[in-house]
C-alpha cells in the first residue's frame, strides 16, 4: 500500500510544476492500493474521509510525498519520521533555494537546509534529474550526514494531460503562425526579462511574431516582469502574457506556435519542455546540465544562459527558415517521449 501526501497539493489553487506532478503521478497510482493522505494535527489522515491512518511496517505500507516540508510548518514530522512506523519515500526536484537564494521566495529559502536533512531518514528518494540527485548528496556532504535513505532517478512524464495524445505528423498542423510560447512563472530563474530583452530586438529589426507567455506572477519576483509586459505591449502588440491558461487554452497555443522557449537559469528538471515536446513543439532551451538530460535526443536547440546573440539567431532562424522548422519538428515526433504510467511504473518498482 501507498500513501500519497497531498497536504499541500490537492488543495493548490494554481498549477506549479510540483503541483503537476503530485496530480499527474496520483492519478496513475491511485488504480493500485494508493491512498491520498494530508497532515493535520500531527498525524495523517485520509484526505476524503479525514479517518486517522495507522501504519504497519509488516504490511509493507510506503509514505509518498512530492511536497516541500519542515518541522516549522508540519509540527511533529520530524518524530514521525524517526519513529519508523512505515517506510517513507520522497519525489526530490532540486537544490535550487539553497544554490539560487537570492532569486527563490524567502519561504523557500528557509525551509530548504531542514528538507533536505529530513530527507537522509527516508528510506527512497525519487531524484527528477542526475543533477538534482547530484545536488542532494552534495549537500549531505557538505552536512556531514550519513544518509540512511537510497537515492534513485526517476523519470516524468511528457503526457500533458491524461488523456491528451501524442503529437503526431496527422494530427499536428504546420503551425505557419509565426508564434512562440514561454511556460514558467514569472520569476527571475525563469528568465523571461532576458527573453523580452531578445524579442524586442526582433520586433525592432522588422520580424513579425507573437510572444506567448503563460504562468502565475511570483508574489515576491514577479510584479516587474508583470510590468514591464504591460508598457511593451503598448507597441509590441504581439506580446501576451497568460496568468492563467486552462489546458483547453494551453492545448490552442500549443497548436499555435512554432517552438517553445525556455531560457530559464537552473531547473530541477523543466517539465514544461517536456510538455511542449508531448505537443509536437520544438523547444529551445537553456545549455544547462539538467537540461541536457533530456534535450539530446532530438528536436531541441540550445543556447548559452543570457547569451543574447546566440538566442536571437536561433529565434531568428526558427520564424525565417522552413527547412529548419521542418527538421525539429520532424525529431519532436519521432524521438521516444516518457509518459506518467512509465513514471508510475518506477515508482512502484522502487516502493518494494
Keep these: 500500500m501507498i500513501y500519497f501526501d497531498v497536504t499541500k497539493t490537492g488543495p493548490a489553487k494554481y498549477s506549479s510544476g510540483l503541483t503537476r506532478v503530485s496530480h499527474r503521478l496520483l492519478d496513475e497510482l491511485a488504480s493500485q492500493r494508493c491512498t491520498a493522505v494530508v497532515w493535520k494535527k500531527g498525524g495523517w489522515r485520509n484526505s476524503e474521509t479525514g479517518r486517522e491512518i495507522t501504519f504497519s511496517k509488516a504490511r509493507n505500507e510506503w509514505l509518498l510525498t512530492v511536497e516541500l516540508f519542515s518541522e516549522g510548518e508540519r509540527e511533529g514530522f520530524r518524530e514521525f519520521i524517526e519513529s519508523g512506523k512505515c517506510k517513507l519515500a520522497a519525489v526530490f526536484h532540486d537544490a535550487i533555494p539553497l544554490k539560487y537564494p537570492e532569486i527563490t521566495r524567502r519561504n523557500s529559502v528557509l525551509r530548504a537546509p531542514d528538507y533536505m536533512k529530513m530527507l537522509s ?30 537515492v534513485e532517478r526517476i523519470t516524468l512524464g511528457a503526457n500533458f494531460q491524461k488523456y491528451t495524445p501524442r503529437a503526431s505528423a496527422a494530427n499536428t498542423p504546420a503551425a505557419a503562425n509565426p508564434a512562440f510560447l514561454c511556460v514558467g512563472a514569472l520569476e527571475p530563474r ?6 523580452l530583452d531578445v524579442c ?22 514577479g510584479e516587474p516582469i508583470k510590468s514591464r509586459i504591460k ?27 512554432r517552438a517553445a522557449l525556455f531560457p530559464t537559469i537552473a531547473e530541477g528538471c523543466g517539465l514544461p519542455p517536456l510538455e511542449a515536446l508531448w505537443m509536437g513543439l520544438p523547444c529551445v532551451c537553456s545549455d544547462l546540465p539538467v537540461l541536457r538530460e533530456y534535450t539530446n535526443s532530438g528536436g531541441c536547440v540550445t543556447a548559452p544562459v543570457n547569451h543574447a546573440a546566440a538566442w536571437k539567431a536561433v529565434l531568428r532562424r526558427i520564424l525565417t527558415d522552413e527547412t529548419e522548422l521542418t527538421r525539429l519538428r520532424s525529431e519532436v515526433l519521432a524521438r521516444p517521449l516518457p509518459t506518467w504510467a512509465d513514471a508510475a511504473a518506477q515508482v512502484r518498482k522502487s516502493l518494494v
Design 121 to 150: 531518514n527516508f528510506d527512497r528518494i525519487l531524484a527528477v534529474s542526475n543533477y538534482s540527485a547530484n545536488d542532494l548528496h552534495e549537500f549531505w556532504r557538505f552536512q556531514g550526514i550519513a544518509p540512511r535513505a537510497t
Design 190 to 195: 525563469k528568465n523571461q526579462n532576458f527573453l
Design 200 to 221: 524586442e530586438a526582433l520586433w525592432d529589426e522588422g520580424l513579425q511574431f507573437e510572444m506567448n507567455f503563460v504562468g502565475r506572477v511570483n508574489e515576491e519576483f
Design 231 to 257: 508598457t511593451m505591449r503598448k507597441k509590441y502588440r504581439g506580446l501576451h502574457l497568460h496568468e492563467s491558461a486552462s489546458d483547453d487554452a494551453m492545448l490552442a497555443l500549443y497548436t499555435k506556435c
